[in-house]
């Protein structure tokens, strides 16, 4: 079976002022090429989250310019059901349930034409992120995680993952963990309330749970990041900051290299769109640059 050798990871989404996947409006050729130039001075891989204009252009420029970046590219599921237990939405209609079905098989049969036409920069192909948890608003159940799984598997060359939390690969992904080439999960004790003392311990803990879960598998980290700035919502004000993310940055980074594990580091940049309007919003800060893709202190 195919492999991949180690290397520099991050994940990017190149959205900035007043640009968003929910409006379609997305980065400029220029813009994209002006990250990418940015980028692959230190990484090797890539990763985006759907077969939208924005990974075309970003596979083109990619193309165009020789640039020597291989890309993780995954299909943005939309929820299959209602789910209750969502605390910020997630409740649809019959007819809105049918639409996001129909499109979650639209992108599923875009991702495959772009693995296929793209199969020198696309290394890997994964069939969602995060749909299976239970305060997900776009909620995915296992089987059909599964079936997108086994979709990509018989229509393109790339490795098949797909992108999760760790708490939810040893619990309710058993079927789907068999079934992909590699194992992807996603470590976050800033989410999780631990303070940066805690930080690497408990990405470690995270990923040795999902290891061991599955130790036939190889298994990577497809997000772990810390976020710059808070409002309080989920994660306290005073345990967000750059030197926090620098630190997190330098030690998730060392236990990388020191175990050959790839941890595609989330996120590039900061990206305005994302979460409530409030300009504090953590989900907004992630970014190891801002928006006007000037570079934060982990990077100076």
């Known amino acids: 079976m195919k492999d991949f050798k180690y290397g520099n990871a991050i994940c990017y989404s190149g959205f900035r002022e007043n640009q968003s996947p929910q409006t ?3 980065p400029s050729y220029d813009e994209v090429k002006e990250d990418l130039l940015i980028l692959e001075k230190e990484y090797d891989y890539i990763r985006m989250y759907s077969p939208s204009k924005h990974a075309e252009v970003t596979l083109q420029v990619i193309r165009d310019l020789g640039l020597d970046l291989q890309v ?3 299909i943005d599921l939309k929820g299959e059901e209602s789910n209750p237990n969502c605390a910020w939405g997630g409740t649809y209609t019959d007819e ?5 079905i129909a499109h979650n098989e639209e992108h599923l049969l875009q991702l495959i034409k772009l693995a296929n036409e793209y199969e020198d920069i696309i290394f890997s192909v994964s069939a969602g992120n995060e749909a299976t948890p239970e305060w997900n608003e776009n909620l995915v159940q296992p089987n059909r995680v599964l079936y ?3 979709e990509l598997k018989k229509h393109t060359n790339q490795l098949v993952t797909y992108c999760e939390n760790c ?3 040893p619990t309710i992904l058993g079927e789907v963990a068999e079934a992909v080439d590699f194992i992807s999960l996603h470590t976050y004790p800033a989410w999780a309330g631990f303070t940066i003392d805690e930080a690497l311990e408990t990405s470690i803990k995270d990923f040795n749970n999902v290891q061991e879960a599955y130790p036939n598998k190889k298994c990577i980290i497809t997000e772990a990041g810390w976020p710059t700035v808070s409002h309080g919502r989920g994660i306290e004000p005073e345990r967000a900051s750059e030197d926090f993310q620098k630190r997190y940055f330098k030690e998730i980074n060392k236990w990388s290299k020191d175990n050959e594990t790839l941890v595609f ?5 900061d990206e305005p769109w994302k979460g409530s309007d409030n300009p504090n919003e ?6 190891i640059y801002y928006v006007d893709r000037t570079p934060k202190k982990v990077l100076k």
Do not use: C, D, R
Not at 265 to 269: G, Q, R
């Open 282 to 287: 953590p989900e907004k800060h992630w970014g």
């Open 265 to 269: 580091f989330f996120e590039a940049f």
């Open 24 to 26: 379609k409006v997305y």
């Open 167 to 169: 708490a939810y690969w």
């Open 72 to 74: 993780m590219l995954g």
């Open 96 to 100: 809105e349930v049918v639409s996001n």
């Open 148 to 150: 997108f799984v086994n």
